[in-house]
């Protein structure tokens, strides 16, 4: 058997040696450079991460901002003059307990629905507010991209260039907006008296007097009785 020596002294001895060694150093710098890196990378995100952190929520934020603006200028796309009254609409959104988006093959516009007013879904009052969501969740629940016939009142468009009018749902005939009232979902605006204000105070009556929907609730319908009674004040 070959000592050490002989092995190192040998022929091919002292190159397989060095060559040993050789390896040995370059597999220790590769695993020094790594730690180093990794090191340098620790200390880099030790010291700076509330900044990246702080740049990543800023590049978030600029995202979700891009998109909700986005999504806020196509509700308030809005071209009335190409909307007429008969025609058959469809219906795109709902902004409010009173307000939708429709759309035919000329382009898009809000329509505000003549002759009612629902409470306010960002209203201070908490419960004002929760009726207010469920005046639009109902709205979405039997409208929503369903096409319904076009009736224009003789104003036009509100103080806001919203088309001001009736929707009659193509699917059941219903007027959407007298629906809203049978069903204890919304008020009728009677500040400013309309055609068929008549007809949707028979159904709001029926409404109070069956309890349904807000009216089912005392402070509520308190609150929609004095509203009524400050509109019919302010008649117009």
Not at 141 to 160: I, Q
Request: include cysteine.
């Amino acid at each position: 058997m070959r000592s050490l020596k002989e092995s190192i002294d040998g022929p091919g001895g002292s190159r397989y040696f060095l060559d040993a060694i050789q390896t040995e150093c370059q597999r220790e710098a590769l695993v020094h450079e790594a730690r180093a890196r990794r090191n340098r990378w620790y200390a880099f995100f030790s010291k700076h991460y509330l900044n990246l952190f702080t740049l990543g929520l800023l590049v978030m934020g600029g995202y979700w901002f891009v998109c909700i603006q986005s999504q806020r200028l196509e509700l308030l796309a809005n071209n009335p003059e190409k909307f007429t009254s008969g025609e058959t609409v469809t219906i795109e959104n709902v902004i409010d307990g009173d307000e939708l988006r429709i759309s035919n093959e000329k382009g898009h516009s809000r329509i505000r629905l003549l002759g009612i007013k629902s409470f306010d879904q960002s209203a201070r009052e908490r419960l004002l507010s929760q009726y207010g969501k469920v005046a639009v969740d109902y709205l979405g629940d039997v409208a929503l991209t369903k096409e319904a016939t076009l009736h224009v009142s003789p104003k036009g468009v509100d103080d806001e260039g919203r088309l001001l009018g009736t929707l009659i749902l193509n699917d059941s005939g219903d007027d959407l907006a007298q629906l809203m009232v049978s069903e204890g979902m919304t008020l009728v605006y009677v500040k400013y008296p309309f055609e068929k204000m008549d007809q949707y105070l028979v159904s709001q009556e029926e409404a109070r007097v069956d309890q349904v929907g807000f009216w089912e609730n005392r402070r509520v319908a308190a609150r929609a009785q004095s509203l009524m009674n400050l509109w019919k004040q302010e008649q117009q």
